[in-house]
């Protein structure tokens, strides 16, 4: 049989984003549409596992759409952050490390919407995992109204000030278009280190 090169497929996304809604309907409106538009292209949405804010409006639009959901929610939030009771599958862990790792192993990339410090920490966390070759998942923002300009602005500085080198900072891709970002992630590559995967040139000739 030959052998596949390029990016796996993506069949499974985990999805950080706000336990709030915002302020303004362009980010709840944004979720509803991640949500639908995952499901209709048969990818399990997984994130964490609240039923509030963008988090929830994420879940009940893939729900609603057919998608299966998987949340990953501490015991400790269960209450605080009203666990989904709808979901394809609720899993219960005993703090947040292990929210995190659990739904970094469940998907095949990331996207981040707009939210707050828990997602600004998630996000931080997979990047810096990729940075240290710790995975090799493509990482997506949504940047939906210039929400993350400010961020993009910080990595921006952090490079030309020595402090992240340039192919890590290609490591965040950003689009305003979830379809672009989707497409983007089908091509993407990692740029270095023992996750690379063989290109064809690199085979072994035997
Ligand atoms: P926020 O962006 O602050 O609304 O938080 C979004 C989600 O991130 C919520 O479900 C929080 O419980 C979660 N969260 C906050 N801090 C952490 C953390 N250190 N590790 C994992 N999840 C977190």
């Excluded at 069949?11 to 706000?18: E, L, M, T």
């Excluded at 949500?35 to 929830?56: F, P, Q, S």
């Excluded at 095949?108 to 998942?137: I, R, Y």
Aim: with cysteine; glycine share 12%; proline share 6%.
């Amino acid at each position: 049989m030959a052998e596949a090169y390029g990016p796996a497929p993506i069949r499974s996304i985990c999805v950080f984003c706000g336990a709030n809604p915002g302020t303004h309907p362009r980010h709840v409106a944004a979720a509803t549409a991640t949500g639908t538009t995952l499901a209709e292209r048969g990818i399990r949405v997984v994130y964490g596992g609240g039923r509030l804010g963008l988090m929830g409006a994420v879940a009940d639009a893939a729900l609603a759409a057919g998608g299966e959901v998987v949340g990953v929610i501490p015991r400790g939030l269960v209450d605080r952050e009203l666990a989904h009771p709808g979901l394809s599958e609720l899993r219960i862990v005993e703090t947040l490390h292990e929210r995190k790792a659990q739904m970094a192993d469940l998907a095949d990339a990331f996207v981040t919407l707009p939210g707050g410090l828990g997602t600004l920490e998630e996000l931080a966390e997979v990047l810096s995992w990729a940075q240290l070759d710790l995975h090799a998942k493509p990482i997506g923002l949504l940047d939906v109204g210039g929400y993350f300009s400010a961020l993009e602005a910080f990595l921006d500085r952090a490079v030309a000030e020595g402090f992240v080198a340039e192919r890590h900072r290609r490591l965040l891709l950003r689009d305003d278009d979830l379809d672009e970002l989707l497409a983007r992630f089908g091509a993407w590559e990692p740029p270095t280190g023992r996750f690379a995967r063989p290109r064809p040139v690199d085979r072994p000739t035997t």
